[in-house]
């Protein structure tokens, strides 16, 4: 009995682990693609969320190789489209990019992460 109880305990911890990681925000596609080199220099960088996102606490920035900010500080989440975070850019001259973001999820969770892309030439 006491066996069974600890069992049934057990499986109920592992499912809330389980509903929690769901309700993260993670960064599920992004443009351009993560790690991605494209020839026209992009006018916006758009990264789509596995949640919907908290518009006030959520944050991104594109930088050069050189560490100088090339987004043009306006990061901010569309209107109808909560799960999406974009950011305007300057005029990219060829290069690596760097992308950091940092969210926070509807579920108050926050998350963050950077990926580069590069800007062919
Ligand atoms: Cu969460």
Redesign the pocket.
């Known amino acids: 009995m006491v066996k069974y109880v600890l069992g049934t305990m057990v499986g109920v911890a592992l499912a809330l682990v389980g509903v ?1 990681a769901r ?3 993670f960064l599920d596609h992004a443009s351009p693609a993560v790690g991605s080199t494209v020839a026209t220099a992009p006018a916006t960088v758009t990264i789509w969320y596995t ?1 919907d996102l908290e518009p006030a606490f959520s944050r991104m920035t594109v930088t050069n190789a050189a560490g100088q900010q090339v987004d043009l500080g306006n990061a901010h989440v569309p209107p109808g489209h909560p799960d999406e975070l974009q950011v305007g850019l300057k005029r990219l001259p060829p290069g690596t990019y760097h992308v950091s973001w940092h969210v926070v ?1 509807v ?3 926050p998350t963050q992460g950077t990926f580069t892309f590069r800007v062919g030439g």
């Open positions: 929690e309700a993260h925000a949640e999820s579920d108050t969770h």
